[in-house]
Protein backbone atom coordinates (compact mmCIF):
# COMPACT_ATOMS: atom_id res chain seq x y z
CA UNK A 1 0.00 0.00 0.00
CA UNK A 2 1.49 3.31 -0.96
CA UNK A 3 1.66 5.91 1.87
CA UNK A 4 -0.97 8.41 -0.55
CA UNK A 5 -3.71 5.82 0.05
CA UNK A 6 -3.86 5.63 3.83
CA UNK A 7 -7.16 6.93 5.05
CA UNK A 8 -6.50 7.70 8.42
CA UNK A 9 -3.06 9.17 8.87
CA UNK A 10 -1.42 8.26 11.83
CA UNK A 11 1.86 8.60 14.02
CA UNK A 12 3.32 6.65 16.15
CA UNK A 13 5.55 8.28 19.10
CA UNK A 14 7.38 5.85 21.85
CA UNK A 15 9.53 6.27 24.85
CA UNK A 16 11.75 3.92 25.80
CA UNK A 17 12.62 5.54 29.52
CA UNK A 18 14.40 4.29 32.37
CA UNK A 19 12.08 1.66 33.63
CA UNK A 20 9.27 1.75 30.87
CA UNK A 21 8.29 1.85 27.07
CA UNK A 22 5.39 4.20 26.32
CA UNK A 23 3.89 4.59 23.15
CA UNK A 24 1.62 6.69 21.90
CA UNK A 25 -0.60 7.12 18.80
CA UNK A 26 -2.18 10.38 17.16
CA UNK A 27 -3.72 11.63 14.38
CA UNK A 28 -3.00 14.69 12.32
CA UNK A 29 -5.16 16.81 14.18
CA UNK A 30 -2.95 15.85 16.92
CA UNK A 31 -5.93 14.11 19.19
CA UNK A 32 -4.87 10.49 20.95
CA UNK A 33 -6.13 7.45 19.52
CA UNK A 34 -4.51 5.11 21.45
CA UNK A 35 -1.64 4.98 24.57
CA UNK A 36 0.05 2.08 25.84
CA UNK A 37 3.26 1.44 28.63
CA UNK A 38 4.84 -1.53 29.95
CA UNK A 39 7.13 -1.41 32.78
CA UNK A 40 10.28 -3.58 32.49
CA UNK A 41 9.47 -4.94 35.68
CA UNK A 42 6.27 -6.21 34.64
CA UNK A 43 5.74 -10.02 34.75
CA UNK A 44 4.67 -10.13 31.37
CA UNK A 45 7.82 -9.57 29.78
CA UNK A 46 7.72 -13.16 30.04
CA UNK A 47 12.00 -13.76 29.89
CA UNK A 48 13.25 -10.43 30.57
CA UNK A 49 11.90 -8.56 33.08
CA UNK A 50 14.05 -7.31 35.91
CA UNK A 51 13.09 -7.06 39.62
CA UNK A 52 12.62 -4.72 41.58
CA UNK A 53 12.76 -1.05 39.33
CA UNK A 54 13.20 -2.43 35.91
CA UNK A 55 17.41 -1.68 36.26
CA UNK A 56 20.19 -3.66 38.10
CA UNK A 57 22.34 -2.24 40.56
CA UNK A 58 25.35 -3.96 40.51
CA UNK A 59 25.17 -5.75 44.32
CA UNK A 60 29.60 -4.96 44.38
CA UNK A 61 29.52 -1.76 43.38
CA UNK A 62 26.11 0.03 44.08
CA UNK A 63 27.30 2.92 42.29
CA UNK A 64 26.89 0.38 38.67
CA UNK A 65 23.59 0.51 36.83
CA UNK A 66 22.68 -1.13 34.12
CA UNK A 67 19.65 -2.47 32.12
CA UNK A 68 20.38 -5.81 29.71
CA UNK A 69 19.57 -5.18 26.38
CA UNK A 70 17.20 -7.78 25.49
CA UNK A 71 14.59 -6.04 28.24
CA UNK A 72 14.48 -3.08 25.88
CA UNK A 73 14.32 -5.77 22.86
CA UNK A 74 11.20 -7.67 24.75
CA UNK A 75 9.54 -4.28 25.79
CA UNK A 76 9.50 -3.02 22.35
CA UNK A 77 7.71 -6.53 21.48
CA UNK A 78 5.84 -6.37 23.92
CA UNK A 79 4.33 -2.98 24.28
CA UNK A 80 3.55 -2.85 19.90
CA UNK A 81 1.37 -6.24 20.61
CA UNK A 82 -0.55 -4.43 23.61
CA UNK A 83 -1.46 -1.76 21.12
CA UNK A 84 -2.40 -3.83 18.48
CA UNK A 85 -4.41 -6.01 20.93
CA UNK A 86 -6.45 -3.21 21.39
CA UNK A 87 -8.03 -2.95 18.04
CA UNK A 88 -8.39 0.62 18.22
CA UNK A 89 -6.78 1.59 14.81
CA UNK A 90 -5.36 -0.28 11.88
CA UNK A 91 -0.98 -0.19 12.26
CA UNK A 92 -1.18 -0.09 8.08
CA UNK A 93 -2.07 3.37 8.79
CA UNK A 94 0.63 4.14 10.66
CA UNK A 95 2.65 6.82 8.35
CA UNK A 96 5.12 8.00 11.15
CA UNK A 97 7.43 6.28 13.67
CA UNK A 98 9.81 8.90 15.98
CA UNK A 99 10.25 8.84 19.71
CA UNK A 100 12.99 9.00 22.47
CA UNK A 101 15.21 7.30 24.50
CA UNK A 102 16.45 7.92 28.56
CA UNK A 103 19.23 9.79 27.86
CA UNK A 104 23.44 9.00 28.17
CA UNK A 105 22.51 5.32 28.20
CA UNK A 106 24.69 3.03 25.78
CA UNK A 107 24.31 -0.27 23.82
CA UNK A 108 27.24 -2.75 22.82
CA UNK A 109 26.87 -4.33 18.99
CA UNK A 110 29.14 -6.84 17.73
CA UNK A 111 27.46 -6.97 14.75
CA UNK A 112 24.64 -5.73 12.58
CA UNK A 113 24.10 -9.07 11.11
CA UNK A 114 21.10 -10.15 12.68
CA UNK A 115 19.84 -6.39 12.39
CA UNK A 116 19.50 -6.87 8.55
CA UNK A 117 17.81 -9.73 8.99
CA UNK A 118 14.70 -7.49 10.53
CA UNK A 119 14.39 -5.89 7.15
CA UNK A 120 15.24 -8.65 4.71
CA UNK A 121 12.10 -9.27 3.16
CA UNK A 122 11.32 -13.13 3.86
CA UNK A 123 8.00 -14.60 5.43
CA UNK A 124 10.16 -15.38 8.85
CA UNK A 125 8.16 -17.30 11.08
CA UNK A 126 5.82 -15.38 13.34
CA UNK A 127 6.92 -16.65 16.74
CA UNK A 128 10.46 -15.21 16.09
CA UNK A 129 10.49 -11.99 18.30
CA UNK A 130 13.53 -9.25 18.57
CA UNK A 131 15.29 -10.99 21.44
CA UNK A 132 15.21 -13.92 19.28
CA UNK A 133 16.47 -12.89 15.96
CA UNK A 134 18.96 -10.66 18.01
CA UNK A 135 20.16 -13.03 20.31
CA UNK A 136 23.99 -12.59 19.18
CA UNK A 137 24.27 -9.64 18.23
CA UNK A 138 26.03 -7.82 21.31
CA UNK A 139 29.38 -7.79 22.56
CA UNK A 140 27.62 -6.65 26.40
CA UNK A 141 24.43 -7.60 27.25
CA UNK A 142 23.91 -4.94 30.52
CA UNK A 143 23.67 -1.58 29.24
CA UNK A 144 25.14 1.30 31.76
CA UNK A 145 22.09 3.96 31.85
CA UNK A 146 21.77 7.43 33.29
CA UNK A 147 21.81 6.19 36.84
CA UNK A 148 25.10 4.80 36.61
CA UNK A 149 27.92 7.16 39.06
CA UNK A 150 30.59 4.82 38.38
CA UNK A 151 32.96 6.23 36.44
CA UNK A 152 34.45 9.66 38.30
CA UNK A 153 37.97 8.75 37.72
CA UNK A 154 37.21 8.35 33.58
CA UNK A 155 35.45 11.83 34.19
CA UNK A 156 38.89 13.43 35.62
CA UNK A 157 40.73 12.22 32.89
CA UNK A 158 38.79 13.42 30.05
CA UNK A 159 38.58 16.86 31.98
CA UNK A 160 42.43 16.82 32.37
CA UNK A 161 42.80 15.84 28.65
CA UNK A 162 41.26 19.26 27.17
CA UNK A 163 42.39 21.20 29.50
CA UNK A 164 39.76 21.30 32.62
CA UNK A 165 36.19 21.36 33.48
CA UNK A 166 35.96 24.84 31.74
CA UNK A 167 37.42 23.64 28.44
CA UNK A 168 34.98 21.02 28.04
CA UNK A 169 32.23 22.78 29.29
CA UNK A 170 33.31 25.34 25.95
CA UNK A 171 33.11 22.13 23.63
CA UNK A 172 30.49 19.97 24.57
CA UNK A 173 28.49 22.38 26.86
CA UNK A 174 29.04 20.12 29.82
CA UNK A 175 31.40 19.37 32.05
CA UNK A 176 32.64 15.89 32.85
CA UNK A 177 29.43 13.83 34.37
CA UNK A 178 29.54 10.22 35.16
CA UNK A 179 26.62 9.36 33.73
CA UNK A 180 27.68 10.72 30.27
CA UNK A 181 28.04 8.21 27.86
CA UNK A 182 31.96 9.60 27.16
CA UNK A 183 33.26 8.48 30.54
CA UNK A 184 30.87 5.06 30.60
CA UNK A 185 32.51 4.10 26.96
CA UNK A 186 35.90 4.98 28.26
CA UNK A 187 35.30 2.53 31.27
CA UNK A 188 34.17 -0.51 29.10
CA UNK A 189 37.44 0.15 26.49
CA UNK A 190 39.80 0.48 29.60
CA UNK A 191 38.13 -2.21 31.65
CA UNK A 192 37.79 -4.77 29.55
CA UNK A 193 39.18 -4.08 26.51
CA UNK A 194 38.73 -7.53 24.71
CA UNK A 195 34.62 -6.52 25.06
CA UNK A 196 35.69 -2.43 23.62
CA UNK A 197 37.40 -4.90 20.54
CA UNK A 198 34.52 -6.62 19.55
CA UNK A 199 32.30 -3.91 19.49
CA UNK A 200 31.47 -2.90 15.85
CA UNK A 201 29.07 -0.03 17.32
CA UNK A 202 28.11 1.56 20.09
CA UNK A 203 24.96 3.71 20.61
CA UNK A 204 22.57 6.01 22.48
CA UNK A 205 19.39 4.05 23.16
CA UNK A 206 17.16 6.72 21.33
CA UNK A 207 19.11 5.96 18.17
CA UNK A 208 19.43 1.86 19.46
CA UNK A 209 15.97 1.73 19.06
CA UNK A 210 15.51 4.00 15.61
CA UNK A 211 18.20 1.35 14.40
CA UNK A 212 15.85 -1.83 15.30
CA UNK A 213 12.79 -0.46 13.35
CA UNK A 214 14.63 0.05 10.48
CA UNK A 215 16.84 -2.73 10.60
CA UNK A 216 19.97 -1.07 9.97
CA UNK A 217 22.22 1.05 12.12
CA UNK A 218 21.04 4.41 12.56
CA UNK A 219 23.17 7.77 12.89
CA UNK A 220 22.89 9.49 16.38
CA UNK A 221 21.28 12.66 16.79
CA UNK A 222 22.72 15.74 17.85
CA UNK A 223 20.21 17.06 20.93
CA UNK A 224 20.62 13.39 22.39
CA UNK A 225 24.71 13.41 21.20
CA UNK A 226 25.52 16.42 23.44
CA UNK A 227 25.00 14.40 26.23
CA UNK A 228 27.72 12.39 25.87
CA UNK A 229 30.95 14.85 26.76
CA UNK A 230 31.88 13.59 23.38
CA UNK A 231 30.27 16.06 20.61
CA UNK A 232 31.71 19.77 19.68
CA UNK A 233 27.81 21.38 20.60
CA UNK A 234 28.74 24.76 18.00
CA UNK A 235 30.65 22.64 15.24
CA UNK A 236 27.90 20.00 15.56
CA UNK A 237 30.28 17.52 15.14
CA UNK A 238 32.51 14.94 17.38
CA UNK A 239 35.83 16.58 18.86
CA UNK A 240 38.78 14.69 18.23
CA UNK A 241 39.98 15.85 21.46
CA UNK A 242 37.29 14.01 23.51
CA UNK A 243 36.54 11.20 21.19
CA UNK A 244 41.20 10.29 21.43
CA UNK A 245 41.11 10.31 25.42
CA UNK A 246 37.99 8.04 25.06
CA UNK A 247 38.49 4.83 23.10
CA UNK A 248 40.95 3.92 20.56
CA UNK A 249 38.69 3.83 17.23
CA UNK A 250 35.89 5.86 18.57
CA UNK A 251 34.37 7.88 16.11
CA UNK A 252 34.19 4.40 13.62
CA UNK A 253 32.33 2.61 16.22
CA UNK A 254 29.93 5.67 16.74
CA UNK A 255 29.73 6.23 13.64
CA UNK A 256 31.06 9.77 12.09
CA UNK A 257 27.57 10.75 10.71
CA UNK A 258 25.68 13.01 13.01
CA UNK A 259 21.87 13.39 12.17
CA UNK A 260 19.14 16.23 13.76
CA UNK A 261 16.42 14.90 15.46
CA UNK A 262 14.22 16.19 12.94
CA UNK A 263 15.29 13.51 10.10
CA UNK A 264 13.45 10.82 8.15
CA UNK A 265 15.83 7.95 8.03
CA UNK A 266 13.91 5.37 5.77
CA UNK A 267 11.02 2.65 5.74
CA UNK A 268 10.15 0.58 8.44
CA UNK A 269 11.61 -2.94 8.70
CA UNK A 270 10.02 -5.39 7.24
CA UNK A 271 10.13 -7.63 10.74
CA UNK A 272 7.46 -4.80 12.05
CA UNK A 273 5.87 -5.53 9.30
CA UNK A 274 4.91 -9.30 8.75
CA UNK A 275 4.51 -9.02 12.67
CA UNK A 276 2.31 -6.11 13.49
CA UNK A 277 0.98 -5.08 9.99
CA UNK A 278 2.83 -1.76 9.80
CA UNK A 279 2.24 -0.14 6.24
CA UNK A 280 5.62 -1.03 4.52
CA UNK A 281 6.18 2.50 3.41
CA UNK A 282 5.65 4.31 6.92
CA UNK A 283 8.76 6.14 7.80
CA UNK A 284 11.11 6.07 10.72
CA UNK A 285 12.01 9.76 12.20
CA UNK A 286 15.40 10.02 14.35
CA UNK A 287 14.67 9.27 17.64
CA UNK A 288 16.46 11.61 20.04
CA UNK A 289 16.71 11.78 23.86
CA UNK A 290 14.18 12.12 26.27
CA UNK A 291 14.54 15.67 27.83
CA UNK A 292 14.85 17.24 23.98
CA UNK A 293 11.97 15.43 23.26
CA UNK A 294 9.83 16.53 25.69
CA UNK A 295 11.08 20.21 25.48
CA UNK A 296 9.88 19.80 21.16
CA UNK A 297 6.65 19.00 22.83
CA UNK A 298 6.12 21.69 25.04
CA UNK A 299 8.08 24.70 23.46
CA UNK A 300 6.14 25.37 20.74
CA UNK A 301 8.89 28.01 20.07
CA UNK A 302 12.47 29.05 21.70
CA UNK A 303 10.81 31.94 23.80
CA UNK A 304 8.99 28.97 25.94
CA UNK A 305 10.54 28.07 29.12
CA UNK A 306 9.51 24.21 30.27
CA UNK A 307 9.47 23.66 33.93
CA UNK A 308 8.98 19.61 34.43
CA UNK A 309 7.58 19.68 38.27
CA UNK A 310 7.63 16.02 38.65
CA UNK A 311 5.21 15.02 41.36
CA UNK A 312 5.46 11.28 41.08
CA UNK A 313 9.06 10.29 39.27
CA UNK A 314 9.87 7.56 41.16
CA UNK A 315 13.80 7.04 39.84
CA UNK A 316 13.96 10.68 38.02
CA UNK A 317 14.21 11.22 41.95
CA UNK A 318 11.27 13.31 41.75
CA UNK A 319 14.02 16.68 40.65
CA UNK A 320 12.71 19.85 39.25
CA UNK A 321 14.03 20.34 35.27
CA UNK A 322 14.51 23.41 33.69
CA UNK A 323 14.55 23.62 29.89
CA UNK A 324 14.89 26.82 27.44
CA UNK A 325 16.59 28.20 24.12
CA UNK A 326 20.09 29.66 24.44
CA UNK A 327 21.78 31.24 21.81
CA UNK A 328 25.10 30.09 21.14
CA UNK A 329 26.76 33.40 20.86
CA UNK A 330 25.52 34.40 24.18
CA UNK A 331 26.61 30.76 26.02
CA UNK A 332 28.38 31.27 29.40
CA UNK A 333 31.96 32.27 29.45
CA UNK A 334 31.59 29.92 33.22
CA UNK A 335 30.87 26.57 33.19
CA UNK A 336 27.69 25.64 34.69
CA UNK A 337 26.47 22.70 36.52
CA UNK A 338 23.75 22.31 33.95
CA UNK A 339 24.08 21.28 30.55
CA UNK A 340 23.82 22.53 26.84
CA UNK A 341 22.45 20.63 24.46
CA UNK A 342 22.12 21.05 20.46
CA UNK A 343 18.46 22.74 20.64
CA UNK A 344 15.95 20.03 18.70
CA UNK A 345 13.38 23.20 17.58
CA UNK A 346 16.78 24.79 15.45
CA UNK A 347 16.11 23.68 12.02
CA UNK A 348 19.26 21.86 11.14
CA UNK A 349 21.10 24.51 8.71
CA UNK A 350 20.96 26.68 11.97
CA UNK A 351 23.32 25.59 14.67
CA UNK A 352 23.54 28.78 16.80
CA UNK A 353 20.58 27.66 18.96
CA UNK A 354 21.65 26.10 22.08
CA UNK A 355 19.12 23.89 24.66
CA UNK A 356 19.80 24.70 28.08
CA UNK A 357 18.82 21.63 30.70
CA UNK A 358 19.01 22.82 34.58
CA UNK A 359 17.72 19.82 37.23
CA UNK A 360 17.19 20.67 40.71
CA UNK A 361 17.78 17.51 42.50
CA UNK A 362 15.47 18.96 45.45
CA UNK A 363 12.13 18.90 44.02
CA UNK A 364 8.47 17.80 44.36
CA UNK A 365 9.84 15.56 47.56
CA UNK A 366 10.77 18.21 49.63
CA UNK A 367 7.62 19.83 48.92
CA UNK A 368 5.58 17.32 50.17
CA UNK A 369 7.62 16.96 53.15
CA UNK A 370 7.50 20.49 54.13
CA UNK A 371 3.71 20.57 53.46
CA UNK A 372 3.45 17.13 56.15
CA UNK A 373 5.79 18.99 58.34
CA UNK A 374 3.57 22.43 58.32
CA UNK A 375 0.53 19.80 59.20
CA UNK A 376 -1.33 20.36 55.69
CA UNK A 377 -2.63 17.37 54.49
CA UNK A 378 -2.78 18.40 51.06
CA UNK A 379 -2.19 21.41 48.82
CA UNK A 380 -5.90 22.93 50.00
CA UNK A 381 -5.05 23.03 53.30
CA UNK A 382 -1.41 24.38 52.41
CA UNK A 383 -3.04 27.27 50.67
CA UNK A 384 -4.98 28.54 53.66
CA UNK A 385 -2.38 28.33 55.66
CA UNK A 386 -0.30 30.55 53.03
CA UNK A 387 -2.89 32.75 52.69
CA UNK A 388 -1.54 33.76 55.90
CA UNK A 389 1.56 35.44 54.46
CA UNK A 390 2.11 37.57 51.73
CA UNK A 391 4.43 37.44 49.02
CA UNK A 392 8.32 37.89 49.90
CA UNK A 393 7.60 36.47 53.31
CA UNK A 394 8.54 39.20 55.36
CA UNK A 395 12.09 38.99 54.10
CA UNK A 396 12.35 34.88 55.31
CA UNK A 397 14.29 33.05 52.76
CA UNK A 398 14.75 29.26 53.01
CA UNK A 399 17.15 27.22 50.97
CA UNK A 400 15.72 23.01 50.81
CA UNK A 401 18.74 20.94 49.73
CA UNK A 402 17.47 17.59 51.88
CA UNK A 403 19.19 15.72 49.36
CA UNK A 404 23.04 16.52 48.12
CA UNK A 405 21.98 19.34 45.25
CA UNK A 406 22.72 19.43 41.70
CA UNK A 407 22.16 23.60 41.64
CA UNK A 408 24.44 24.63 43.90
CA UNK A 409 26.48 21.59 43.43
CA UNK A 410 27.24 18.77 46.15
CA UNK A 411 25.73 21.43 49.22
CA UNK A 412 23.41 19.42 51.94
CA UNK A 413 20.87 21.23 54.62
CA UNK A 414 18.39 23.05 55.62
CA UNK A 415 19.09 26.83 55.72
CA UNK A 416 16.63 29.44 57.19
CA UNK A 417 17.10 33.55 57.18
CA UNK A 418 15.32 36.66 58.65
CA UNK A 419 14.60 39.85 57.16
CA UNK A 420 17.97 40.94 58.90
CA UNK A 421 20.02 37.96 56.51
CA UNK A 422 20.71 36.12 59.89
CA UNK A 423 20.39 32.88 60.25
CA UNK A 424 17.12 30.97 62.60
CA UNK A 425 16.85 27.92 63.73
CA UNK A 426 13.51 26.69 62.14
CA UNK A 427 10.02 29.06 60.53
CA UNK A 428 7.24 28.83 62.04
CA UNK A 429 4.82 26.75 59.80
CA UNK A 430 2.69 29.19 57.08
CA UNK A 431 6.06 30.86 57.08
CA UNK A 432 8.00 27.75 56.17
CA UNK A 433 5.37 26.90 54.06
CA UNK A 434 5.73 29.99 51.83
CA UNK A 435 9.89 30.01 52.03
CA UNK A 436 9.66 26.31 50.42
CA UNK A 437 7.57 28.03 47.37
CA UNK A 438 9.74 30.69 46.85
CA UNK A 439 12.79 29.67 47.53
CA UNK A 440 12.53 26.88 44.75
CA UNK A 441 11.03 29.03 42.07
CA UNK A 442 13.90 31.83 43.13
CA UNK A 443 16.30 28.98 42.25
CA UNK A 444 15.02 28.50 39.07
CA UNK A 445 14.83 31.93 37.99
CA UNK A 446 18.60 32.75 39.13
CA UNK A 447 20.14 29.45 37.26
CA UNK A 448 18.40 31.00 33.83
CA UNK A 449 20.03 34.12 34.41
CA UNK A 450 23.13 32.64 35.29
CA UNK A 451 22.88 30.69 32.16
CA UNK A 452 22.48 33.97 30.86
CA UNK A 453 18.88 33.63 29.46
CA UNK A 454 17.67 37.38 29.23
CA UNK A 455 14.30 36.93 30.70
CA UNK A 456 13.17 40.38 29.48
CA UNK A 457 14.56 40.15 26.16
CA UNK A 458 13.84 36.25 25.36
CA UNK A 459 11.18 34.38 27.61
CA UNK A 460 7.40 35.04 26.94
CA UNK A 461 5.95 32.30 28.86
CA UNK A 462 6.01 29.09 31.29
CA UNK A 463 4.72 26.00 30.51
CA UNK A 464 4.34 23.48 33.32
CA UNK A 465 4.35 19.83 33.23
CA UNK A 466 4.43 16.82 35.16
CA UNK A 467 0.97 17.55 37.40
CA UNK A 468 1.80 20.31 39.48
CA UNK A 469 -0.66 22.47 38.16
CA UNK A 470 -2.62 21.26 41.01
CA UNK A 471 -0.59 23.88 43.31
CA UNK A 472 -2.08 26.64 42.89
CA UNK A 473 0.13 28.93 44.45
CA UNK A 474 3.45 27.36 43.52
CA UNK A 475 2.10 28.32 40.32
CA UNK A 476 1.21 31.79 40.95
CA UNK A 477 4.60 32.14 42.76
CA UNK A 478 6.38 30.98 39.57
CA UNK A 479 4.13 33.41 37.75
CA UNK A 480 4.83 36.34 39.76
CA UNK A 481 8.49 35.59 40.43
CA UNK A 482 9.79 35.46 36.82
CA UNK A 483 6.63 38.42 35.62
CA UNK A 484 5.15 35.78 32.89
CA UNK A 485 2.16 34.23 32.11
CA UNK A 486 2.51 30.18 33.54
CA UNK A 487 0.38 27.77 31.05
CA UNK A 488 0.04 23.84 32.39
CA UNK A 489 0.61 21.32 29.35
CA UNK A 490 -1.99 19.03 28.93
CA UNK A 491 0.83 15.83 28.00
CA UNK A 492 1.10 13.71 30.34
CA UNK A 493 3.63 11.57 27.96
CA UNK A 494 5.53 14.37 26.46
CA UNK A 495 8.71 12.74 25.79
CA UNK A 496 6.60 10.24 23.44
CA UNK A 497 4.11 12.95 22.20
CA UNK A 498 7.30 14.92 21.22
CA UNK A 499 8.74 11.69 18.91
CA UNK A 500 4.94 11.45 17.21
CA UNK A 501 4.78 15.34 16.84
CA UNK A 502 8.22 15.23 14.95
CA UNK A 503 7.01 12.23 12.56
CA UNK A 504 3.80 14.91 11.74
CA UNK A 505 6.17 17.58 11.10
CA UNK A 506 8.75 16.14 9.19
CA UNK A 507 6.32 13.83 7.19
CA UNK A 508 3.84 16.90 6.51
CA UNK A 509 7.09 19.17 5.81
CA UNK A 510 5.95 21.88 8.43
CA UNK A 511 7.59 23.61 11.18
CA UNK A 512 6.83 22.52 14.77
CA UNK A 513 5.74 25.68 15.41
CA UNK A 514 2.93 25.83 13.01
CA UNK A 515 1.82 21.75 13.42
CA UNK A 516 3.05 20.77 16.87
CA UNK A 517 2.15 22.84 20.09
CA UNK A 518 0.62 20.80 22.63
CA UNK A 519 -2.50 21.82 24.29
CA UNK A 520 -1.79 23.98 27.17
CA UNK A 521 -3.98 25.98 29.14
CA UNK A 522 -3.05 29.34 31.09
CA UNK A 523 -2.74 28.39 35.01
CA UNK A 524 -1.53 32.13 36.26
CA UNK A 525 -0.89 35.53 35.57
CA UNK A 526 2.07 37.73 36.88
CA UNK A 527 1.04 40.03 39.31
CA UNK A 528 3.74 43.08 38.32
CA UNK A 529 3.35 44.53 41.89
CA UNK A 530 4.65 41.47 43.22
CA UNK A 531 7.23 40.66 40.47
CA UNK A 532 8.84 44.22 41.78
CA UNK A 533 9.04 42.63 45.51
CA UNK A 534 10.45 39.51 43.90
CA UNK A 535 13.59 41.54 42.17
CA UNK A 536 14.56 42.59 44.92
CA UNK A 537 14.31 39.28 47.24
CA UNK A 538 16.73 37.64 44.11
CA UNK A 539 19.41 39.74 44.86
CA UNK A 540 19.16 38.77 48.42
CA UNK A 541 18.32 35.09 47.54
CA UNK A 542 21.85 35.33 45.49
CA UNK A 543 23.96 36.76 48.19
CA UNK A 544 22.93 34.03 51.04
CA UNK A 545 23.03 30.97 48.71
CA UNK A 546 27.28 32.32 48.32
CA UNK A 547 27.26 32.75 51.85
CA UNK A 548 25.93 28.95 52.05
CA UNK A 549 28.48 27.80 49.79
CA UNK A 550 31.15 29.79 51.17
CA UNK A 551 30.55 28.38 55.03
CA UNK A 552 30.33 24.92 53.49
CA UNK A 553 33.73 25.11 52.33
C1 LIG B 1 19.32 14.01 31.99
C2 LIG B 1 19.19 12.69 32.66
C3 LIG B 1 17.85 12.11 32.84
C4 LIG B 1 17.60 11.02 31.85
C5 LIG B 1 16.36 10.27 32.33
O1 LIG B 1 20.61 14.47 31.93
O2 LIG B 1 20.16 12.08 33.03
O3 LIG B 1 16.85 13.08 32.80
O4 LIG B 1 17.46 11.50 30.56
O5 LIG B 1 15.63 9.68 31.41
Redesign the pocket.
Known amino acids: MSNENVAQRLYLGIDL ?2 QQIKCIVIDEQLQTIAEEAISFNDKSLLVHHVQPNGFVVDKNDKRCITTPVFVFLEALDVALQKLSDQKKFDFSNIVGISGCG ?3 GSVYWKTNTELGSLKADTNREQSLSLVNMLKSSFSRIDCPI ?1 MDSSTTNECQSIEKSVGGSQNLFQITGSKAYE ?1 FTGSQIMKVANKTPEIYEQTERIQLISNFVTSILLGEYAPIDLSDGS ?1 MNLLDIRQCKWSNACLDICGKDLERKLSEKLVHPRTALGNVANYFVERYGFNSQCQIVSFT ?3 PSSYYALASDPKTIVISLAELKIC ?1 GTSD ?1 VMGAISANEMPKQALDG ?1 LLVNPLANDRDNTLLML ?1 L ?1 FKNGSLVRERVREETGSKDWHEMSVLLSQTTPSNQGFIGFFYDDHEILPQNIQGRFYFNADNQTVENLEAATKARAVLEGQCLAKRLYLQRANIDLTKNVDRIVITGGASVNVDLVQILADIFGKPVYAAVAPNSGALGGALRAVDVITEKSNSTTSSVECLIAAQPRSQYTAVYDEMLLRYTKLEEKIIQDGK
Open positions: STQQHWRGGDNLTHLC
